[in-house]
């Protein structure tokens, strides 16, 4: 008893490869695939139950991505976002430049060789920078990428956990 169900975006065919973080204020902040317009889209909720308030950002509309998407609260209180480029076939992340991710945003291709970035799963390591576990489905690998700052955007290092037979689906970090 007591739940609280809310409709957040009804705009065509929304709302797959969710992921969700609590803010800095206690309030969730999810983000997903937007399927009608391929794109990478973002709720800062307003509430505690997002019924009110509510902020909606594309992040990334640049051909089909957004899918497998997760997010993490960075060490500045804004969301970091990784997930899959369809169209280029790569791993991607977005670090927001504010909690809502409405303006300020970093996005960084990480990984492009092959068809990478499949079932992302972030986490911010103890240096505060992302670490980000993903399926490459060209080698059937469980891959990983240790950010060398907190927008991904110099100094990474990429990894491969696992190359024997077909591993990695379905990453978990």
Same mark, same amino acid.
């Given at each position: 008893?007591?739940?609280?169900?809310?409709?957040?975006?009804?705009?065509?065919?929304?709302?797959?490869?969710?992921?969700?973080? %609590?803010?800095?204020? !206690?309030? &969730?902040?999810?983000?997903?695939?937007?399927?009608?317009?391929?794109?990478?889209?973002?709720?800062?909720?307003?509430?505690?139950?997002? =019924?009110?308030?509510?902020?909606? @950002?594309?992040?990334?509309?640049?051909? @089909?991505?957004?899918?497998?998407?997760?997010?993490?609260?960075?060490?500045?209180? #804004? &969301?970091?976002?990784?997930?899959?480029? +369809?169209? !280029?076939?790569? %791993?991607?992340?977005?670090?927001?430049?504010? @909690?809502?991710?409405?303006?300020?945003?970093?996005?960084?291709?990480?990984?492009?060789?092959?068809?990478?970035? %499949?079932?992302?799963?972030? *986490?911010? +390591?103890?240096?505060? #920078? &992302?670490?980000?576990?993903?399926?490459?489905?060209?080698? @059937?690998? %469980?891959?990983?990428?240790?950010?060398?700052?907190?927008?991904?955007?110099? +100094?990474?290092?990429?990894?491969?956990?696992?190359?024997?037979?077909? *591993?990695?689906?379905?990453? =978990?970090?």
């Amino acid at each position: 008893s007591g739940n609280t169900i809310t409709t957040l975006d009804s705009t065509g065919f929304v709302g797959q490869h969710t992921s969700i973080v %609590l803010g800095n204020d !206690n309030f &969730p902040v999810i983000s997903y695939y937007d399927l009608t317009n391929s794109n990478l889209k973002v709720v800062k909720c307003g509430d505690a139950s997002c =019924s009110s308030g509510n902020t909606i @950002t594309t992040l990334d509309s640049t051909g @089909t991505v957004g899918q497998y998407t997760s997010i993490v609260l960075g060490s500045d209180t #804004f &969301p970091v976002i990784s997930y899959y480029d +369809g169209t !280029n076939t790569n %791993l991607k992340v977005i670090k927001c430049g504010n @909690t809502s991710c409405s303006s300020g945003n970093t996005i960084t291709t990480l990984d492009s060789t092959g068809t990478v970035g %499949l079932y992302t799963s972030i *986490v911010l +390591g103890s240096d505060n #920078f &992302p670490v980000i576990s993903y399926y490459d489905g060209t080698n @059937t690998n %469980l891959k990983v990428v240790k950010c060398g700052d907190t927008s991904c955007s110099s +100094g990474g290092s990429i990894g491969i956990l696992d190359s024997t037979g077909t *591993v990695g689906l379905y990453t =978990s970090i």
